[in-house]
Nanobody, 114 residues
């Protein structure tokens, strides 16, 4: 089993920045890729960004150029640096790990509002 714990969400003004963290524990050797999803009220959960064990990254078109996903293997942690935030980025952000199964964190709220 793999446990994922997100942190770093909060309230930020439009144009501001936040960094989300996702700490993994348990059978992390089984994980081949990590990613971030988000779900806004009344909308489906959508993929934001992914990073493989080799460091290859992929981004949703809506966040490309503003968000950066990275990982610190020594800390078993994946980050999502979010810059130039917009009100439409408001959502609960979830960390996901792909391995022998699919693993999800509990989510962290990000609210972009003036």
């Amino acid at each position: 089993q793999v446990q994922l714990v997100e942190s770093g969400g909060g309230l930020v003004q439009p144009g501001g920045s936040l960094r989300l963290s996702c700490a993994a524990s348990g059978s992390i050797f089984s994980i081949t890729a990590m990613g971030w999803y988000r779900q806004a009220p009344g909308k489906q959960r959508e993929l934001v960004a992914t990073i493989t064990n080799r460091g290859s990254t992929n981004y949703a078109s809506s966040v490309k150029g503003r968000f950066t996903i990275s990982r610190d293997n020594a800390k078993n942690t994946v980050y999502l640096q979010m810059n130039s935030l917009k009100p439409e980025d408001t959502a609960v952000y979830y960390c996901k790990g792909w391995g022998t199964g699919d693993y999800w964190g509990q989510g962290t709220q990000v609210t972009v509002s003036s």
